[in-house]
């Protein structure tokens, strides 16, 4: 059974860090582009952030660049989000993401569908 777990979410600071953590199994997980995506109360979900299956290109929503920093171990099957300076705009529900991908050098396609879902892990920043 296909099973994507986020965890480390929680309540921090503004200005603080959090690291999110995505373990996969029942897949083949180097052949998925991973990506995490976000949603907050009466908004739509959008990506912030992908990495290809070889873990070597990335991209970042304009809103987290230079913040968050998404990596992969494909020898552990996870996937990490390290999420600083954190402001109380990136409070929402974050989850991630898997999509087959052709090519090792391919990130999320974001207008396409995902393979897979996490049921996602809630980030609450406070001011």
């Known amino acids: 059974q296909e099973l994507l777990v986020e965890s480390g979410g929680g309540l921090v600071q503004a200005g603080g860090s959090l690291r999110l953590s995505c373990a996969v199994s029942?897949?083949?997980?180097?052949?998925?582009?991973m990506g995490w995506s976000r949603q907050a109360p009466g908004k739509e979900r959008e990506f912030v952030a992908s990495?290809?299956?070889?873990?070597?290109?990335?991209d970042y929503a304009d809103s987290v660049k230079g913040r968050f920093t998404i990596s992969r171990d494909n020898a552990k099957n996870t996937v990490h989000l390290q999420m600083n300076n954190l402001p109380p705009e990136d409070t929402a529900n974050y989850f991630c993401a898997a999509q087959r991908r052709t090519y090792d050098r391919d990130t999320i396609r974001t207008r396409g569908e995902m393979d897979y879902w996490g049921q996602g892990t809630q980030v609450t920043v406070s001011s």
């Open positions: 990495i290809s299956r070889s873990g070597t290109n990335t």
């Open positions: 029942g897949i083949t997980f180097s052949n998925y582009a």
